[in-house]
């Protein structure tokens, strides 16, 4: 699954690039149809650091074949917020840990309330 998940991901990344869009709307479409892949499959599928930071590289290096960031510019500046000079893409990594944490205060939540979420927890 993860495999599967990690190549929809970067198979939806390159037909994004390939339209030609500006950098902005490059980074809002990426970040708004290619990333729910990934979340979608945190918490369920047990994903490793090593997994996460290979495709952060594979996305960056997919950014520069298609020109839309420079080899030498900083790769922090890509996940930087547009507000602070950055690009605005979604970092997966940090993406992960909020998505298992939620989802880790969601059944704790809920395991007083149902017994089926406590048989989980």
């Given at each position: 699954?993860?495999?599967?998940s990690?190549?929809e991901?970067l198979?939806?990344t390159?037909?994004?690039?390939k339209?030609?869009?500006?950098?902005?709307?490059?980074?809002?479409?990426?970040?708004?149809?290619?990333?729910?892949?990934?979340?979608?499959?945190?918490?369920?599928?047990?994903w490793?650091?090593?997994?996460?930071?290979?495709?952060?590289?594979?996305?960056?290096?997919?950014?520069?074949?298609y020109?839309?960031?420079?080899?030498?510019?900083?790769?922090?500046?890509?996940?930087?917020?547009?507000?602070?000079?950055?690009?605005g893409?979604?970092?997966?990594?940090?993406?992960?840990?909020?998505?298992?944490?939620?989802?880790?205060?969601?059944?704790?939540?809920?395991q007083?309330i149902?017994?089926?979420h406590?048989?989980?927890?």
């Amino acid at each position: 699954m993860k495999q599967k998940s990690g190549e929809e991901y970067l198979n939806r990344t390159k037909s994004i690039l390939k339209t030609k869009l500006n950098g902005k709307n490059i980074i809002k479409a990426i970040n708004a149809y290619t990333t729910p892949v990934l979340t979608f499959s945190f918490g369920i599928v047990k994903w490793m650091p090593t997994d996460l930071e290979n495709l952060q590289t594979k996305t960056r290096m997919l950014l520069t074949r298609y020109r839309y960031h420079h080899t030498r510019a900083a790769k922090e500046r890509i996940t930087l917020p547009w507000q602070m000079g950055g690009r605005g893409l979604t970092d997966v990594t940090r993406l992960h840990g909020k998505q298992v944490g939620l989802l880790q205060t969601y059944f704790l939540n809920k395991q007083i309330i149902s017994p089926l979420h406590a048989a989980v927890v």
